[in-house]
């Protein structure tokens, strides 16, 4: 079995409604989200091996070095998981290639941890069923049911209820990186701190937006994007609100914080109007070169490998 080896590839994902209810008593926001996976991908390779786990990563235009490569990653974590399951050691190496910008709201560690999930059932023929796979993967994050499901989909509870969305067409996104400083438990504390003693209400996903993406309407999607997530990592991040003001005042249909952020997501009608874009903010906002890619796409999935 040593040396046998499954790859993965896994998608970065966007939402392009987050609505976020009041903190719950575990700590967690309940949340009512439209999730889209976009065509840009880390690759997992899960590995049998005789020794000890371990994890090596490199990284295709991206900073890899907050990556942790001890057993606090979650893709090393989604496999001691797997093999808690079926009670059983799965000796693996993995390594991860990261295209996907570190912690910049695109959930690039929950997909390197669906794909070492995907990739280790595979790896050892476990055959673990679909709904158990997806219940190990709500253990692991929030996002990590979505990113093995992947297309577009409503999320529900704490983001780990998945539900497909039927959409037309496909969405071009400029996508700029940005891994300046925002965690994810900072944003949502600050989102706390915004509403004080006024609790924010029941998350809802808007009708218009469900309506824009059945109707395959870019340009109604762009108007009716929405993260109830943006005031706080604005607050924390004041200078993404020239970038989305630049990209809602004419240069794309829409815009967003991706998630907690910081990175933005603009969006386009085509690959065009996304170089477009992408020139006039690199222009007038001076931000780095931006990623253009277009969504759905499928969710974790293996592509190549050797028993
Ligand atoms: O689920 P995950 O481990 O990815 O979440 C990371 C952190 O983000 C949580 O510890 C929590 O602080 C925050 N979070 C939240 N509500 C959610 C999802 C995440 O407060 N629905």
Known sequence: MSGAE??????AKINLSLGVGPVRDDGYHPLATVYQAVGL???VVVRATDGSPVLTVSGEGVDVAEVPTDGSNLALRAVA????????ELPVELHVHKRIPVAGGLAGGSTDAAAALLGADVLFGLHTPREELLGLAATLGSDVPFCLVGGTALGGGRGEVVTPVMTRGEYWWVVVPDS???STPAVYREFDRLHGDDPAPDPEVPDELLAALRAGDAVRLGAALVNDLEPAAVSLRP???HLLRAGRQGAALGALV???GPTTVFLCDGPVHAEEVDRTLRSEQGTRPAIVVKGPVPGA????GHR
């Open 6 to 11: 499954v790859r993965v590839s896994s998608p």
């Open 41 to 43: 991908y880390d690759e």
């Open 81 to 88: 998981a797997l093999g808690d399951h079926h009670g059983r």
């Open 180 to 182: 300046g400083g925002l």
């Open 239 to 241: 200078d993404l609100l």
């Open 258 to 260: 991706s998630g907690s």
């Open 301 to 304: 999935r293996v592509t190549g």
